[in-house]
């Protein structure tokens, strides 16, 4: 069977749009041209085309095996009873004065998904269900092999080997998961977390890639607390500089799927007199590993 499949890259660091296909009517070969186009690409966007949550979820599906929202996994208890993988992104407040979704309308900072777990995602997806009309809750997302691929040597070689502990009570709006306490130290030497490796073999492709988590409570393993935070202030500089970075400015019904190991992103905060609304999946990921090649 032959794909109707294309890619149209955004010329930028990284992004492409994949279109000519129906996401109702999806065959496989229509799959492998997007999983490639994905490896190459590291963000897709599909634009234009009207589809569900079951649309979505298979979509996902396509991809690999979903992990449970954030909030199913730390409460129990996901935002739609019946779709325990799906979160709800959104700042609308419903008439009771309860949030309806995470991460409000402020700036998120920047981050890879879910990196507070022991084997974090794959990658995530989110369907613009409501867009802002008035500007604003642009999703930012960087190249991480090109960060690393440029790192200044002194860098490179003060963490080859090294291995990042990442915090795990903090959402990328700064506030704490519901179900989660404050670590009740500012020690990030006591604070728990999972331990990655900093420079990681990407599982798919094989290549090594920076994978920093986020910024917040990081500490590189075994260094002075004080040179841990210099290095990582330097290496966080250098990753999210703009040449690395391209900008998703939302159309309602866009959707996005990022491969998580080699891209982090970042939100723009929006008005919150403005309403967004997004539906997000999270595909289930491995363990990171680093596996050098042998010189
Ligand atoms: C997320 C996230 C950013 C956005 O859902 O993981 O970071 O643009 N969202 O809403
Ligand atoms: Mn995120």
Redesign the pocket.
Known sequence: MSSTVEVIPTGAALGADVAGFDINAMNEADFAVIRAAWMEHLVLRVRGQDFDDAAQLAFGRGFGPLELSPRALLTGKGWYPDMPEM?R?SNIIDKDGKKTGS?GHGD?YW?S?MNYLEEPPMG?M?HAIQATTRGG?E?RFCNMYMALETLPSDLRRAIEGKTLKHEKVHS?DGTIWPGLKDPGTDDVRRIPGPIHPMIMTHPETGREVLYLGRRINGYIMGLPVEESNELLDRIWDHATQEEFVWEQSWQTGDMIVWDNRTVM?A?NGFGQDDERL?H?LVLKGTQPFYAPLAA
Do not use: K, Q, V
Request: hydrophobic share 35%.
């Open positions: 979160s992104i991460l998120a981050h998904d995530s989110l809750g999703t990328s992103h939100r997004m997000r």
